[in-house]
């Protein structure tokens, strides 16, 4: 019955997860979007995401009567799920490249830029011969970042990569790169809002370019048709020019809370709780669905290890071997981004984080579940057989409940690194409590503080998920 009970709560769940949306009577797109791009895209106070492109692509959706759901991500993970399909359009600051132009198809250029290049304040390099034998930051599938790998042969530097700009900025700024290279307009908003750098070539921008809006090439066309209307509308207008102006003639405080806000840590509590709130519980409910989970699938491929039919056992550890062999994050790439670039099938973001948890923990939980059953001694088994006992029969009876108990420990380690684990997630798009640090440490560049925050959360959950299995652990061994 209680088998019965799970497989169907299971099933239910995994249901709900898989079911899309039901759709509106408008058009409705996913787009996806770089969200620590400021002025381009960028989150405010009020965890709304705000900026040149967020600004654009509403004026433009009420114009042309669609609607549509952002999706914030790194740049490449973004152009990923629109090149496969899992995504409609991508708005994130794209230049337009002959190379880009073979998979994507792109609208009306919607802003003119050029690449700079970028040292810390105070940096003794003077020029780009300076970088000789120097490390250089840059930004994963960028074209400023192809723009800096074409000048490495000649300049001899070496070079290491990011997958957000907050993170290439600052390590620049604290000495661990000598310089990085960046669209104009985004590193100089950067540094009017605070970021100690120095843009070295200000007055001769090279790579001079434009962003576009792109979908998948062939795909969506009255989506890329209805976005070059509406962007001849608001430019035609003024719409678009107030937009830039909005943007470009302001500090980023005017949109994120003032610079006081930022200054303490409880300045910086005040002005995010909100954000850090609705990260921190989707960490939690993301946490807790992949426990529940996680142990199910783990507890059954222990069974299965332990079976006494070899095909069984052979099942369980190549299953096992393959699923704690894979790192989380290509798990995770190719499950969400992977996978319905091959089937066809869109997989929303939860939920390939969630199956990403279960494969993965699960892996690690079945390797434990099947050691701890063989941790008991076989003599149980052999007097349960002599008995009168069947093999499952004495497995369900006798060897389970005790190693059960056994495992404990090992359950309680595992739940503490599925709540780690799910900050890896970021990285496909999902706002739990790692990706929501990201956003705020992009829009008022507090790295030290905003860290401190979420490290401290962390540390928080951990405990009380510690406390709360130590309770289980004394119940059961009081049983």
Do not use: C
């Not at 579940?369 to 349960?384: C, I, L, P, T």
Request: overall charge positive; aromatic content about 12%; charged content about 15%.
């Amino acid at each position: 019955m209680l088998k019965r009970y799970i497989l169907g709560l299971a099933t239910l769940v995994m249901f709900f997860l898989m079911t899309p949306i039901a759709s509106a009577d408008k058009p409705h797109y996913t787009i996806t979007t770089d969200a620590t791009y400021a002025p381009f895209t960028f989150q405010d106070k009020n965890n709304r995401y705000v900026g040149i492109e967020q600004d654009m692509m509403k004026a433009i959706a009420e114009r042309e009567g669609f609607t549509y759901t952002m999706k914030p991500m790194s740049f490449n993970s973004a152009a990923q799920l629109v090149s496969n399909g899992q995504a409609d359009g991508i708005i994130a600051g794209m230049s337009i490249t002959p190379e880009r132009r073979q998979v994507y198809d792109f609208s009306t250029p919607y802003y003119k830029t050029g690449v700079a290049w970028i040292v810390k304040k105070g940096s003794k390099i003077k020029s780009l011969a300076d970088l000789k034998g120097q490390t250089v930051a840059l930004k994963t599938g960028t074209a400023a970042s192809e723009y800096g790998l074409s000048l490495q042969k000649k300049y001899g530097f070496q070079v290491k990569y990011f997958n957000d700009t907050d993170t290439m900025y600052n390590d620049v700024a604290v000495g661990n790169s000598a310089a990085t290279f960046e669209d104009m307009p985004v590193i100089q908003y950067a540094i009017k809002n605070g970021m100690a750098l120095k843009v070295m070539n200000p007055d001769q921008p090279g790579n001079a370019g434009s962003y576009g809006f792109a979908v998948e090439k062939g795909k969506n066309k009255a989506l890329l048709a209805a976005f070059n209307r509406g962007f001849a509308a608001i430019k035609k207008d003024g719409t678009y020019d107030k937009i830039v102006a909005k943007y470009l003639g302001a500090r980023q405080a005017t949109f994120s809370g003032t610079k006081s806000d930022n200054s303490t840590v409880l300045g910086i509590l005040r002005t995010n709780k909100t954000a850090l709130l609705n990260g921190l519980w989707q960490t939690i409910v993301l946490t807790v669905i992949a426990i529940i989970f996680a142990s199910i699938w783990g507890i059954l491929l222990g069974i299965m290890g332990v079976s006494q039919f070899s095909w069984v056992r052979g099942i369980a550890t190549t299953i096992i071997y393959i699923f704690r062999g894979l790192p989380l994050m290509v798990l995770a790439f190719f499950i969400y981004i992977g996978l319905p670039g091959l089937t066809g099938v869109k997989i929303p973001a939860f939920t390939a984080g969630i199956i990403t948890l279960i494969l993965n923990e699960g892996a690690y939980t079945g390797a434990f579940v099947r050691g701890g059953f063989e941790a008991v001694n076989r003599g149980q088994m052999e007097a349960a057989r002599s008995l009168g006992l069947s093999y499952s029969q004495a497995m369900r009876r006798v060897i389970m409940p005790q190693g059960l108990r056994i495992m404990v420990p090992s359950f309680i380690n595992q739940f503490i690194i599925t709540l780690k684990d799910t900050s890896i997630l970021s990285a496909i798009g999902l706002l739990e409590l790692t990706q929501t640090g990201s956003l705020i440490v992009a829009r008022n560049s507090q790295g030290f503080r905003v860290w401190a925050i979420i490290g401290v959360m962390y540390l928080i959950l951990i405990t009380l998920l510690t406390w709360f299995s130590r309770w289980v652990e004394k119940r059961m061994t009081v049983k």
